[in-house]
């Protein structure tokens, strides 16, 4: 039977053994009542594990972090900081594959945290702005704590049972949220080129920030737009509310903006309460590769720190520096390039540190986010390069034309060594 808390009453001793292993959940469905228990609690159970895919709470600080050893697949939002600190453990992984390691037990979860609606007249509540990965982690967890959040829109998709839930801690607080960023004129160059490959009846995944806004503001103009991602922000509104994204031409989940995670304002989530339009699905879901298969059209967008004169593409770490993570860009990439109709669209300025650094690179200072073997167009402010079914040579020559000038007779150097061996 659930216990039905307030956060004043909640002491995670009665439900938290040291060493256990906890599973968050993420972004804008973080339950930060649950985190800031922890936070002031932890200390006092001792050797306590927390994994969070990304967060854009600001609640982990280095300071924070002594209270437990916190996980994730990469330095995404707020994160960031902990990797400098070196206070985050980064774990490898696509986010398609962080459920099923949770399933499998390679990923442990003795507690689940996760942030619900309050529950329909059957008993169910709705994940709310975030499904990827908290159905895994509630059928895993010896303890489920739920922080039951009068301000989460219920969302249709993944629901949850109040039968499943251990601990409900209710709370009225404003979910976390990430405002809209601000579009420079770089910024609005990328979306320009990336635009171009969003015809009529496209399905198009994307993330949130700058060059993804700039580049649903552009899309105004186009008919019977589709949306399956696992992602999406306040830029989905407008294009919803403007009829421009119906879904009405895919031949799969036909009229229904498919999503696994909502970033963005107050707006967007009032937007998506209860609307039967937008539908919140698992990641076994949002990025199965047979699932993905049956969408034709599919753009998908993603970025990058860096891509070399191959193709290969580094999201994830500048030198020393750990920025970024694997996320979904694998999955997408992969779906978008063999799509009927459809292009996957790697996108980044041309150039880091003011124009010190050549974002196209003769060799990555980090790790190989996406292979050169799935890669299909790289685009930066200086235009598109089409790498798929080209020779080594050919994308070095396609990817130093959309090189900022400054480096381009350097790579050429470089281009030309691999002109000569072929390879």
Same mark, same amino acid.
């Given at each position: 039977?659930?216990?039905?808390?307030?956060t004043s009453q909640l002491e995670l001793s009665q439900y938290?053994?040291?060493?256990?292993?906890?599973?968050?959940?993420?972004?804008?469905?973080?339950?930060?009542?649950?985190?800031?228990?922890?936070? +002031?609690?932890? *200390? !006092? /159970?001792? #050797?306590?594990? &927390?994994?969070?895919?990304?967060?854009? $709470?600001?609640?982990? %600080?280095?300071?924070?972090?002594?209270?437990?050893?916190?996980?994730?697949?990469?330095?995404?939002?707020?994160?960031?900081?902990?990797?400098?600190?070196?206070?985050?453990?980064?774990?490898?992984?696509?986010?398609?594959?962080?459920?099923?390691?949770?399933?499998?037990?390679?990923?442990?979860?003795?507690?689940?945290?996760?942030?619900?609606?309050?529950?329909?007249?059957?008993?169910?509540?709705?994940?709310?702005?975030?499904?990827?990965?908290?159905?895994?982690?509630?059928?895993?967890?010896?303890?489920?704590?739920?922080?039951?959040?009068?301000?989460?829109?219920?969302?249709?998709?993944?629901?949850?049972?109040?039968?499943?839930?251990?601990?409900?801690?209710?709370?009225?607080?404003?979910?976390?949220?990430?405002?809209?960023?601000?579009?420079? +004129?770089?910024? *609005? !160059? /990328?979306? #320009?080129?990336? &635009?171009?490959?969003?015809?009529?009846? $496209?399905?198009?995944? %994307?993330?949130?920030?700058?060059?993804?806004?700039?580049?649903?503001?552009?899309?105004?103009?186009?008919?019977?737009?589709?949306?399956?991602?696992?992602?999406?922000?306040?830029?989905?509104?407008?294009?919803?509310?403007?009829?421009?994204?119906?879904?009405?031409?895919?031949?799969?989940?036909?009229?229904?903006?498919?999503?696994?995670?909502?970033?963005?304002?107050?707006?967007?989530?009032?937007?998506?309460?209860?609307?039967?339009?937008?539908?919140?699905?698992?990641?076994?879901?949002?990025?199965?590769?047979?699932?993905?298969?049956?969408?034709?059209?599919?753009?998908?967008?993603?970025?990058?720190?860096?891509?070399?004169?191959?193709?290969?593409?580094?999201?994830?770490?500048?030198?020393?520096?750990?920025?970024?993570?694997?996320?979904?860009?694998?999955?997408?990439?992969?779906?978008?390039?063999?799509?009927?109709?459809?292009?996957?669209?790697?996108?980044?300025?041309? %150039?880091?540190?003011?124009?010190?650094?050549?974002?196209?690179?003769?060799?990555?200072?980090?790790?190989?986010?996406?292979?050169?073997?799935?890669?299909?167009?790289?685009?930066?402010?200086f235009g598109a390069a089409e790498l798929k079914g080209q020779?080594?040579?050919?994308?070095?020559?396609?990817?130093?034309?959309?090189?900022?000038?400054?480096?381009?007779?350097?790579?050429?150097?470089?281009?030309?060594?691999?002109?000569?061996?072929?390879?």
């Amino acid at each position: 039977m659930t216990r039905v808390l307030d956060t004043s009453q909640l002491e995670l001793s009665q439900y938290l053994r040291s060493g256990d292993h906890i599973i968050m959940g993420q972004a804008c469905g973080e339950p930060t009542s649950l985190v800031k228990s922890l936070i +002031d609690q932890g *200390q !006092a /159970i001792g #050797n306590l594990s &927390a994994f969070i895919a990304t967060s854009f $709470s600001g609640l982990f %600080t280095p300071e924070t972090a002594d209270s437990f050893h916190l996980y994730s697949m990469g330095a995404i939002g707020s994160l960031r900081i902990m990797t400098k600190a070196n206070k985050l453990s980064v774990i490898p992984i696509h986010v398609s594959q962080v459920a099923p390691m949770i399933e499998a037990g390679i990923m442990p979860c003795d507690v689940a945290f996760i942030q619900v609606s309050p529950a329909d007249e059957r008993g169910y509540h709705s994940c709310g702005l975030i499904s990827d990965y908290v159905q895994a982690a509630v059928d895993k967890a010896r303890v489920v704590i739920a922080e039951v959040n009068e301000q989460v829109p219920f969302c249709n998709g993944e629901l949850i049972h109040s039968s499943a839930i251990d601990v409900a801690v209710t709370v009225s607080n404003p979910p976390v949220e990430v405002p809209p960023a601000k579009i420079s +004129d770089l910024d *609005q !160059a /990328i979306a #320009n080129h990336c &635009a171009a490959y969003i015809e009529d009846g $496209s399905v198009i995944q %994307t993330g949130v920030g700058a060059v993804p806004d700039a580049i649903l503001r552009l899309l105004h103009d186009r008919k019977d737009l589709g949306v399956h991602s696992g992602m999406l922000g306040d830029g989905l509104v407008e294009l919803m509310e403007a009829g421009v994204i119906t879904n009405a031409r895919k031949k799969i989940d036909t009229g229904v903006s498919i999503n696994g995670a909502l970033i963005g304002s107050r707006r967007l989530y009032d937007f998506a309460h209860q609307n039967p339009n937008i539908r919140m699905c698992a990641t076994s879901y949002t990025h199965d590769a047979a699932v993905l298969a049956q969408l034709e059209k599919l753009v998908t967008i993603n970025s990058a720190m860096e891509v070399d004169l191959t193709g290969q593409a580094n999201a994830e770490q500048s030198g020393s520096s750990y920025m970024g993570g694997t996320g979904g860009q694998v999955d997408f990439v992969r779906a978008g390039a063999r799509s009927k109709g459809g292009h996957a669209i790697i996108a980044l300025p041309a %150039t880091a540190k003011g124009g010190s650094i050549s974002r196209i690179t003769v060799d990555l200072s980090g790790p190989v986010t996406t292979a050169r073997t799935d890669v299909d167009v790289i685009v930066t402010e200086f235009g598109a390069a089409e790498l798929k079914g080209q020779c080594l040579a050919e994308r070095a020559r396609r990817l130093i034309e959309i090189a900022h000038p400054d480096f381009q007779e350097e790579l050429s150097r470089a281009a030309h060594t691999i002109a000569q061996r072929g390879f």
